[in-house]
């Protein structure tokens, strides 16, 4: 597990938050008022926030709200004697990356889908790739946001853009989006081009996940874009070793 755990009140902004996972290159952060745990923000509440059905001129910044406006008030969290085995089990089953660590009220850190990476159990995990990976959602550069958003909302986690020819572009996760309105002057309406981030890193069908698991470790991503000698073949994301971990 990590510790500290990096907290914020239901009072301070969106911005606030961003800016305490921003600094801390974290991906949540728990909602204290005094020594009460009343949720959690994670990039994902704020990313997706960006969906909006107002046309570009009326849409307004989130960052001056409050964290308890997107918060998620219903916290899962994990006793300090529990198995990884029992932690995985709860990330799949709740669709959340991350828990508090809870003994008797008090808060000893935070365990997350990072730290189950490097865990034995999922680390030692060896299948073939082509049996892991699932299709690859796509877009344009010139797909909206609202778009990219559905699609995450949808369950691919991650969204690759490619171009006209179909060759790859780029790849958008949750964080481009929680941090897609860094640096800009006033909300606008965002396209899949302006979000997405590159190079993106691939590896070979033929490559097993045990090969995937050490390439993510050390190029800090969370997903590996399929390639064959036909081009594109598929993704493998964290999410789906750690699923397939669970059964």
């Known amino acids: 597990m990590s510790s500290p755990v990096r907290a914020c009140r239901p009072e301070d902004t969106i911005s606030y938050a961003r800016n305490l996972?921003?600094?801390?290159?974290?991906?949540?952060?728990?909602?204290?008022?005094g020594q009460i745990m009343t949720g959690i923000i994670t990039r994902k509440d704020?990313?997706?926030?960006l969906k909006?059905?107002?046309?570009?001129w009326r849409r307004r910044s989130s960052d001056n709200e409050p964290v308890s406006?997107?918060?998620?008030?219903?916290?899962?969290?994990?006793?300090?004697?529990?198995?990884?085995?029992?932690?995985?089990?709860?990330?799949?089953?709740?669709?959340?990356?991350?828990?508090?660590?809870?003994?008797?009220?008090?808060?000893?850190?935070?365990?997350?889908?990072s730290d189950m990476m490097r865990s034995p159990l999922v680390a030692g995990f060896?299948?073939?790739v082509n049996g892991v990976m699932h299709d690859v959602y796509q877009v344009t550069r010139e797909h909206s946001v609202d778009r990219v958003i559905d699609l995450?909302?949808?369950?691919?986690?991650?969204?690759?853009?490619?171009?006209?020819?179909?060759?790859?572009?780029?790849?958008?996760?949750?964080?481009d989006l929680t941090f897609a309105q860094e640096g800009r002057d006033m909300p606008?309406?965002?396209?899949?081009?302006?979000?997405?981030?590159?190079?993106?890193?691939?590896?070979?069908e033929t490559a097993r996940t045990g090969?995937?698991?050490?390439?993510?470790?050390?190029?800090?991503?969370?997903?590996?874009i399929i390639t064959n000698e036909q081009g594109l073949k598929g993704i493998i994301t964290r999410d789906d070793i750690i699923g397939e971990v669970v059964l």
């Open 21 to 33: 996972m921003l600094k801390h290159r974290i991906s949540r952060v728990l909602v204290m008022d």
């Open 46 to 49: 704020i990313g997706y926030r």
């Open 52 to 56: 909006s059905s107002d046309p570009a």
């Open 69 to 113: 406006s997107v918060m998620t008030p219903d916290i899962i969290t994990i006793s300090p004697g529990s198995s990884i085995h029992d932690a995985l089990v709860l990330m799949v089953t709740h669709q959340i990356s991350g828990l508090p660590v809870v003994d008797q009220g008090m808060i000893l850190g935070m365990v997350t889908k």
């Open 126 to 128: 060896d299948r073939p």
């Open 152 to 175: 995450m909302q949808s369950g691919c986690g991650t969204v690759v853009v490619t171009g006209d020819d179909g060759s790859v572009s780029g790849i958008i996760s949750e964080s």
């Open 188 to 204: 606008a309406k965002l396209l899949a081009g302006d979000i997405m981030h590159a190079p993106v890193f691939t590896i070979e």
């Open 211 to 224: 090969d995937v698991i050490r390439a993510m470790a050390e190029k800090h991503i969370t997903s590996l």
